[in-house]
């Protein structure tokens, strides 16, 4: 704490991604050196009981049961937005106007028109701000990326993702509400395209550059659901499947595929990418580790290696533990937060910002239009 400034933060949502952040923002200055000191502040949710007991069970200073009053909060510096993609809009927007740095979960928009106003009222406001793709910053992942801007790949050929669940295949799951709101188009905005396609995109665009068109099939396997808000059988409006051709600007042709109906698959999200001198793999159940070809190796030793990237001399690795102990998941919060603290200090803005998220949405609004059309389309610009 000693000569650190301190950055009140108030965080919206008590779920699945509350917990991340407010991990994040505890850990990351225990293991990297940052001008600034996460102060959690404040955090909001609707259900007073649960929220006490979520805010002590973090060390929350205190809570809040309506966002609007969290934002026009004095003591609050940042926004950070963990609640379902409904939300997203109306709270950034509002939190950008009132002078708050903003930071938020994906996908930014329900749509690429509320990802613009977004980016729109951040930019205008000029506060920090960033959207939690986090698989930026798994470190192997991280690595891929030095390697293909390093050329050590060449020239791309092609890109090849899937991010595969099944926990939506019964059909007597419900839509809507506490748990379900993924499935309710009016509060997720999209399906798989918008909740698992786009994790993919960013981190595909990310590594290999802007998309250029793309041609797309989606489809809603169950088509109607009983609501848990309105206790009716109500038609099922998300994408229970979408996949995608794609080019990109530099030429390499790439695949995409997400689906909540792979059996035995629970977030298996893995990347391939094909160059003219090497190629390189990626899975999520493996996170530490990258596959990696490199057709320039000693012919007769040729092959797949497995590079555990657990070495001080790989990315973030030497704030943690010994070479060859792993991270997690929740680690990719904890470097992302630690990458935004560090680029505030420095005047700097840390990717991926809302204009980022905001490039990922004109994507999905792009993957969604080709599924209905039936034709090449080019995200927006
Ligand atoms: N980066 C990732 O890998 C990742 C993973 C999961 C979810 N997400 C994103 O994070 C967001 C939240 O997802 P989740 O899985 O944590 O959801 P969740 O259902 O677990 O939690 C949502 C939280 O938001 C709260 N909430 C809902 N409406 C609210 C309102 N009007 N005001 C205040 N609080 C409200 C709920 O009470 C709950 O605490 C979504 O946008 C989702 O797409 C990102």
Partial sequence: MIGRKTLNIGVVGYGFMGRTHSNAFLQAPRF???????VLKAVCA????RLKSFANTWGYESAETDWRKLVERADIDLIDIASPNDTHAEIAIAAARAGKMVMCEKPLGRNAAEA????????????????????RRVPAVVLLKHLIDDGRLGRIFHYRAKFLQDWTISQDLPQGGEGLWRLDVSVAGSGVTGDLLAHTIDTAMWLNGPIAEVSAMTETFVKQRKHNLTGQVEPVGIDDASAFLCRFQNGSLATFEATRYARGHKALYTLEINGEHASAMWDLHDLHRIQFFDHRDEGQLRGWRSIHVTDSDHPYMRRWWVPGLQIGYEHTFIHQAADFLEALSEGKQAAPTFRDGLATDLVTDAVLE???TRQWEAPCT
């Fill in 46 to 49: 609707r259900n007073s009981e």
């Fill in 32 to 38: 990297f050196d940052l001008p600034y000191q996460p």
């Fill in 116 to 135: 613009k106003a977004m980016t729109e009222a951040v930019e205008s406001a000029n506060v920090a701000n960033m959207v939690w793709y986090n698989y």
């Fill in 370 to 372: 080709s599924a209905k």
